[in-house]
């Protein structure tokens, strides 16, 4: 089966560094992403490895570990804009590259 | 802004009336995707489509959704009959298919309440 686990809430502080766990079993892999989706907006794009390691970018870097599914974001600096939900997706190489979105993490930053 | 359009934002119907939603990609992107995202939740896949031609639809969707794309630019979505358990957030993303990165970017999405 095709199923990506993350945690439903993370509370953090302005100024602060966070770290969104993601594991995933899905169908073949050929890709991660990492998405942001403020409450009633569309999700957009933030990060994508498909290879192992850490891709930075700005204050927000991704890792990818595929021999164990899993993967990280890690927001660093955070600020107040910065509460959202981050939802993990993989696309796989079956089904005609079907992307499978994880149910989120929703982060709510405090000052 | 993406770039990828959608109309309307929002739709108020009554149980057992058809609605229909369209969706206007970023213009070089051959791929289109449908998803239905619920309170809480992640986007769910619906259908996508690769120019004209939709490769592939979900198992969870009835015989009720109807997806076309005529042209290979914008797309429609329908739903016949809807029932209060349609109620949700309908979105579209767009991508340009390669060999590597896809990224998909999405529209603003149709708030969809069945009443």
């Known amino acids: 089966g095709q199923n990506i686990d993350q945690p439903t809430e993370m509370t953090a502080t302005e100024g602060a560094i966070v770290q969104i766990n993601c594991t995933y079993q899905t169908s073949g892999f050929n890709g991660l992403f990492w998405y942001q989706q403020h409450a009633g907006e569309a999700p957009t794009f933030l990060s994508y490895?498909?290879?192992?390691g850490l891709e930075e970018k700005g204050r927000f870097s991704s890792f990818l570990s595929r021999s164990k599914g899993y993967s990280y974001l890690l927001l660093k600096e955070l600020q107040m804009k910065d509460s959202a939900s981050y939802l993990c997706?993989?696309?796989?190489?079956?089904?005609?590259?079907?992307?499978?979105f994880g149910a989120g993490t929703r982060l709510f930053v405090k000052a | 802004d993406t770039g990828v359009s959608q109309d309307p934002r929002h739709k108020i119907t009554k149980r057992g009336q058809n609605v229909t939603f369209r969706c206007d990609p970023i213009?070089?992107?051959?791929?289109l995707y449908w998803y239905r995202q619920t309170l809480g939740q992640g986007p769910e896949f619906l259908t996508y489509?690769?120019?004209?031609?939709?490769?592939?639809k979900s198992r969870l969707l009835s015989d009720r959704f109807s997806a076309e794309r005529p042209k290979g630019s914008f797309s429609t979505l329908e739903i016949q009959r809807t029932e209060q358990g349609d109620s949700a957030m309908y979105l579209c993303?767009?991508?340009?298919?390669?060999?590597?990165?896809?990224?998909?970017?999405f529209g603003p999405g149709t708030r969809l309440l069945v009443l």
């Open positions: 490895n498909v290879l192992d």
């Open positions: 993303a767009s991508s340009l298919a390669s060999q590597g990165q896809e990224t998909q970017y």
């Open positions: 997706a993989v696309r796989g190489t079956t089904g005609g590259f079907k992307t499978i």
């Open positions: 213009s070089e992107h051959n791929r």
């Open positions: 489509f690769q120019n004209e031609a939709q490769l592939e």
